[in-house]
Each structure stands twice: as C-alpha cells, then as structure tokens.
C-alpha cells in the first residue's frame, strides 16, 4: 500500500539504481512470476512426497541431505531423489519382493543390486524395465 512516505523512499531508489518505472516494473514483475515457479515446484515436490509415503523421504529428511536438496533445486525428478539418496541408503542385504520402480508383478526377489542397477536403468532412460 502507498503512503505519503513510500513514495519519495521508491523514487529515490530508483533515481539511486538508475532504474525508469518501466524498468522496475518489469524487474518486479519478473521477480514475482520467479517466486511463483518455486513456489509452484515447491507444492509438487511436497505432493509427490506424500505420495510416496515412506516414513524415511519427508520434508525435513530431504532437508537434512544436502545431496537430495541439491538434486531437487537442479529440477530432478523427486522419484529420482528418492532412489538415489532415500531408497538405496536403507536397503538391507534381505531381497525385496515388492514391485519397485514399475516392475509390476515380479516373479522372483530382487537383491539391493538388483534394484540398484533397474533404478539406473529407469533414471537413464526413463523407461519402464522389463525383465528378461
């Protein structure tokens, strides 16, 4: 909201910035659509945590690994952070039986290698995998 003081306070560091109102506009412009993008990948991230629903991947376990949050402001994909700095870490020399990584039905147990080297696979590619 403008008051009889802000107005003075503005123009003085515009005329300080050597900035036009034209030019500060679309600074402010550019800087709220900015903030609305991260905001915006913000929520996903969040929504896509929930979705995976492990009790090992939350907000504050990503924000406690300084690989993950890195990966996540790259722009990579949060089932790929996961996988890499979540999934493996925790992974026990028992076999899993589940059906990781959209391997749907899976006949067998999958060792910790196993699945180590289908989740390459899938990040490469981004190819479901297929078993022989």
């Not at 107005?7 to 412009?29: C, K, Q, V, Y």
């Not at 504050?60 to 996961?82: D, F, K, Q, S, T």
Request: charged share 30%; with cysteine.
């Amino acid at each position: 909201m403008e008051t009889p003081e802000t107005l003075p306070l503005l123009r003085s560091f515009l005329e300080r910035a050597g900035l036009s109102e034209e030019e500060a506009l679309r600074l402010l412009t550019e800087a709220a659509q900015r903030r609305e993008q991260v905001m915006d990948r913000a929520r996903k991230v969040v929504a896509a945590i929930e979705a995976i629903g492990d009790e090992r991947f939350t907000i504050e376990a990503l924000r406690r690994n300084p690989e993950a949050m890195r990966m996540i402001e790259e722009g990579a994909a949060v089932g790929e952070v996961y996988r890499k700095c979540f999934l493996r870490p925790f992974d026990s020399p028992a076999q899993e039986h589940s059906a990781n990584l959209g391997l749907g039905a899976w006949g067998g147990a999958l060792t910790p290698e196993e699945i180590e080297r289908i989740s390459q696979y899938v990040s490469a590619t981004g190819n479901r995998y297929e078993p022989d």
